[in-house]
């Protein structure tokens, strides 16, 4: 069956560091990955999204990477901020269900002063 | 304001008495869908609609029901709720349904079914 992971530890990180998130899939072909960002009590912020033929991308402080081959996606957010605290969320879409998607349930991340 | 609306935001009920949680969206989005979110579980994908008149069945449909008569709208309608429908549900719509648009997501109702 198909199935999306991300690490469900949350990650503490200090301010200024960069954190690494790791979305992992199996049994999937995504066209596309999504990245959010949901703060508590509210709905996902759409962050970035990377294409199955793009290995990179970026938008300011956040890089994501997208490995078909590892069926793995890492998202980092480089020079870290307490404001930057949140659960990270990434989606996958594939590529024989259009308007399917499919989340991992997210990792925390908690960025200390 | 571009947003997409959901009400209630909080609902407490009773098993069996038939419930309705609007989403209305002002973007002109073709696309809209609907999700639960359980802890530990993630978001899962109850129904999405490709454009009006046209809905299809996520990973979770059972105990659901939608419609897409206008473009803006597409209520969740839960025709008997049972205690295992106890979740935060999210509306999301988007461009198109292809995953190279982003979603846009409401605020979330949280239901509790009693």
């Known amino acids: 069956s198909q199935k999306i992971e991300q690490n469900s530890e949350a990650l503490n990180i200090q301010e200024g560091k960069t954190a690494t998130l790791t979305c992992n899939y199996t049994?999937?072909?995504?066209?596309?990955l999504q990245w959010y960002r949901q703060d508590p009590g509210r709905g996902p912020v759409f962050l970035l999204l990377?294409?199955?033929?793009?290995k990179e991308k970026r938008k300011e402080r956040l890089k994501v990477t997208f490995d078909t081959t590892l069926k793995q996606s890492l998202f980092h957010i480089t020079a870290s901020q307490p404001a930057d605290s949140a659960t990270y969320l990434c989606a996958l879409a594939p590529t024989d269900s259009w308007g399917k998607f499919q989340f991992g349930a997210g990792t925390q991340v908690v960025v200390t002063p | 304001e571009a947003q997409v609306t959901q009400n209630p935001r909080y609902l407490i009920t009773v098993t069996g008495k038939k419930l309705t949680v609007t989403c209305s969206q002002n973007m002109n989005h073709e696309y809209m869908s609907w999700y639960r979110q359980d802890p530990g579980l993630g978001l899962r994908q109850i129904y999405y609609?490709?454009?009006?008149?046209?809905?299809d069945k996520g990973d979770v449909p059972e105990g659901y029901k939608v419609s897409r008569k206008e473009k803006r709208n597409f209520p969740l309608i839960l025709e008997s709720p049972s205690p295992n429908q106890t979740s935060l549900y999210f509306c999301?719509?988007?461009?198109?349904?292809?995953?190279?648009?982003?979603?846009?997501f409401g605020d979330g109702t949280r239901l509790s079914i009693l």
């Open positions: 049994n999937y072909s995504p066209a596309y």
């Open positions: 990377i294409r199955e033929n793009e």
């Open positions: 999301a719509s988007s461009i198109t349904g292809g995953g190279g648009q982003p979603q846009h």
């Open positions: 609609s490709m454009n009006v008149e046209v809905t």
